[in-house]
């Protein structure tokens, strides 16, 4: 390039018409390289399918799924596991893909090579495209067949599992709740038994009980206090039973001393009173009471006497004297006074033992009473543990119940699943390599590259060509021009340059063809 020269349109013209060779030469030689580089190409054929993601067919608010994952999440888990490296072997084996390449390449690298070929694409949320891109318009389709048989059969298996460790992990909790919840059972349970009567709930029963023996105590004692009266009714008829009707044989007026033991009678008569006497008192009293021990002391002295008495009397071999109507009608009212005493007796022995026994129940029931308010604080606090366990335990019995439907759900196979929408067909046409397009693509690169080339080659030539290069570059007049000689050597220089620079071009897009299929 002339310093200081402006180029005109003309000027443009004639530089591309002088450096024509220059630019079409490169972009020739490139775009023949770019042609036989694609017809080596092997043909790639690509098969997809469509895959719809089918919710369940029992409405959700019938059964509630366990797996809650969203599909785009459960589908990258999938592909994860099926994109593994076991799961790839098996269908390069079963198939015999990369024949070639596997007599020179790893195996890792073949299956590297093959998830680069897989293709896994979402669409619209509930639905997903797998392909596979193969030499092979009919392999393609099968390997993708196949692919698509392993998302369903993946999909099944994932969700059947999760729904499965679901139930198990609900299980477990369940059971450890319910050994829990039996346990705080087991613990309220011996609490009520050993503390039965004086429980918060019993406390109305208690006092109505109370209330009760209250009242049958009280008929009691005013039922003893009537006996009492009638049996000391009993022993003044006894008494005045024990006197003679006779009053010739009445020698001495007779009297009933504090403890009903008559001073005038005879020792036999004494003693009979004072052993009425002694049971009615033991009746009343315990044994240990002194009263008590003083008339079995007198009962004895008179026992004593009541002997001697006997053994002084004159033994007479006449027969008695035959009684009168008097001493019978006595005797017969001395006999059922004496029957009705011995009853009265034990009549009121009974009622005595009742009231005790009614005493000892009514400081039963007080006790009970006494103590209920204790025994509430304590059952608030084992009610409150047990009705946590309970609630936890219903509830998770509640979730355990719908993760067994969800389950079974899963297992026939009812729940959400994948199914081919649009089955794997084989391709007509190679999908790539797109030849046309990269054969412009490289001869559009070859012409630029001409024509880099030929604005370099002019921007380095700084020869003066014309009048006019003369008077921009030295800005002086011409005066003559001397024509270029034949025998000068220059272009034929430019011309092996630009011949070499071509032979270079070609090479070097031929090693780059040769480098690129032994990548492939």
């Not at 785009?72 to 592909?79: A, V």
């Not at 009974?350 to 005493?359: A, G, S, T």
């Amino acid at each position: 390039m002339i310093p200081g020269k402006t180029y005109s349109p003309e000027d443009i013209v004639r530089i591309a018409w002088r450096r024509k060779w220059w630019a079409m030469l490169p972009a020739i030689a490139v775009s023949v390289s770019v042609a036989a580089w694609t017809r080596t190409l092997p043909n790639l054929y690509h098969s997809e399918t469509l895959i719809l993601v089918v919710p369940q067919r029992v409405p959700e608010s019938y059964v509630r799924s366990t797996v809650t994952t969203r599909i785009e999440d459960r589908l990258q888990s999938i592909t994860q596991q099926i994109l593994s490296r076991t799961r790839l072997e098996r269908i390069v084996q079963d198939f015999n893909l990369y024949a070639d390449q596997r007599r020179t390449a790893i195996m890792e690298d073949i299956v590297e090579r093959m998830r680069r070929e897989i293709e896994v694409q979402v669409v619209k949320g509930d639905a997903f495209r797998v392909g596979f891109t193969s030499n092979d318009a009919r392999t393609a389709m099968r390997v993708t067949e196949r692919l698509a048989s392993l998302f369903i059969e993946e999909n099944l298996r994932d969700r059947e599992v999760l729904a499965e460790g679901t139930n198990q992990f609900l299980e477990a909790q369940l059971e450890d709740a319910r050994r829990r919840l039996i346990e705080n059972e087991k613990r309220l349970e011996d609490y009520r038994t050993q503390h039965s009567g004086e429980l918060p709930t019993q406390l109305e029963a208690n006092i109505q009980g109370q209330h009760n023996i209250e009242m049958q105590l009280q008929a009691l004692v005013e039922s003893v206090n009537r006996d009492r009266d009638r049996r000391l009714a009993i022993e003044h008829v006894i008494t005045d039973a024990n006197v003679p009707s006779d009053p010739v044989s009445a020698p001495r007026t007779v009297t009933v001393n504090a403890d009903g033991v008559p001073t005038g009678a005879t020792a036999a008569d004494q003693l009979a009173a004072a052993q009425d006497a002694l049971r009615a008192m033991q009746v009343r009293v315990k044994p240990e009471h002194p009263d008590v021990i003083r008339m079995t002391r007198l009962v004895a002295e008179l026992q004593k006497k009541a002997d001697a008495e006997a053994l002084a009397q004159p033994v007479s071999v006449a027969a008695p004297a035959a009684p009168t109507k008097m001493e019978l009608a006595r005797r017969s009212r001395l006999a059922e006074a004496t029957a009705e005493m011995e009853k009265m007796d034990r009549q009121l022995a009974q009622k005595l033992e009742d009231e005790k026994r009614l005493r000892a129940m009514l400081a039963q029931y007080q006790t009970r009473i006494e103590a209920a308010p204790k025994r509430q604080s304590e059952l608030i606090e084992l009610t409150r543990d047990y009705e946590t366990f309970q609630a936890s335990y219903k509830s998770l019995l509640a979730k355990k119940e719908d993760s067994n439907v969800s389950a079974n759900l899963e297992r026939r196979q009812i729940g959400e699943q994948f199914k081919i929408l649009d089955p794997a067909r084989m391709a007509e046409r190679p999908t790539s390599p797109n030849r046309p397009r990269i054969n412009m693509l490289g001869a559009a690169a070859g012409l630029g590259l001409g024509l880099a080339l030929a604005t370099l080659i002019e921007y380095l030539d700084k020869r003066l060509k014309s009048e006019a290069d003369v008077k921009s570059a030295l800005n002086l007049m011409v005066l003559a021009t001397v024509p270029i000689l034949e025998g000068d050597g220059t272009p034929r220089r430019w011309k092996l340059a630009l011949i070499s620079l071509t032979a270079l071009l070609v090479a070097g897009g031929g090693a780059a063809m040769a480098a690129w299929k032994l990548w492939k």
